[in-house]
């Protein structure tokens, strides 16, 4: 189907460690969205990947996406409190511009 | 100057009651939606209208009717609401082709509906 698993649901990290949330499907992607929503907040959008491959930076935030574009990645460096939220992948759904969100993965970071 | 705003923020009635909740975008986008995020965080589609024309419909009851009076609104109407309900409802605009990338998804702080 058209779902979309994140793996690990829930992360605890200690501020200044390593983070990351997986994307999977079990088709091939067009293109692969990455949100954070804040706790009590609305989800924010993050950056597009598109290409087979394509690996983009913002900052500590690295997002990457798999050469079969049937899964994608986002790395955070050295975690800050900031970074406290739930990160949802979101697949393109075709020319309706539907996006299909994924489960999301919740990161908690302990100072 | 708020991009995608949404009323109420917070909403809490009686089970059986009609209520509705009003978006606006001022971002000139042509596609706008409304997501449901329950309790477990996950996000699903119910509608989106594409210059007030309906393009998705979602698996939503009947209960629920959207209204686009332009392409810069987006209501959502709620009959008979059920303790089911209770969840926070999203809107959300979007346009073809944008410097972030096609179909960027810009949120509105949400409603959050309690049903007792």
């Given amino acids: ?111 | 100057d708020t991009a995608v705003s949404q009323t109420p923020k917070y909403l809490v009635t009686q089970m059986g009651n009609d209520k509705s909740i009003k978006c606006e975008q001022n971002l000139g986008h042509d596609t706008m939606y409304w997501y449901k995020q329950d309790s477990k965080k996950f996000l699903k589609i119910m509608f989106s209208y594409n210059n007030k024309e309906l393009i998705i419909n979602e698996t939503v009851p009947n209960r629920f009717s959207p209204k686009s009076p332009d392409k810069a609104h987006l209501n959502l109407h709620i009959n008979s609401l059920e303790l089911g309900d209770s969840a926070v409802y999203f809107c959300a605009s979007s346009q073809d082709e944008s410097d972030a990338g096609w179909g960027t998804q810009y949120f509105g702080p949400g409603t959050r509906l309690l049903v007792l």
């Avoid at chain 1, 649901?9 to 067009?30: I, P």
């Avoid at chain 1, 996406?65 to 970074?83: P, R």
């Fill in chain 1, 1 to 111: 189907g058209q779902q979309v698993m994140q793996i690990p649901q829930y992360q605890h990290v200690q501020e200044g460690e390593d983070f990351t949330t997986y994307c999977n499907s079990s088709t091939t992607l067009s293109n692969i969205q990455w949100y954070k929503q804040r706790p009590g907040g609305h989800p924010v959008f993050l950056i597009q990947l598109v290409k087979s491959g394509e690996v983009k930076k913002q900052k500590r935030l690295t997002f990457q996406f798999g050469e079969a574009k049937k899964n994608s990645s986002l790395h955070i460096t050295a975690t800050q409190t900031t970074d406290v939220g739930t990160y949802f992948c979101a697949r393109g759904g075709g020319a309706t511009n539907k996006l299909i969100f994924g489960t999301g993965t919740l990161l908690a970071v302990q100072p």
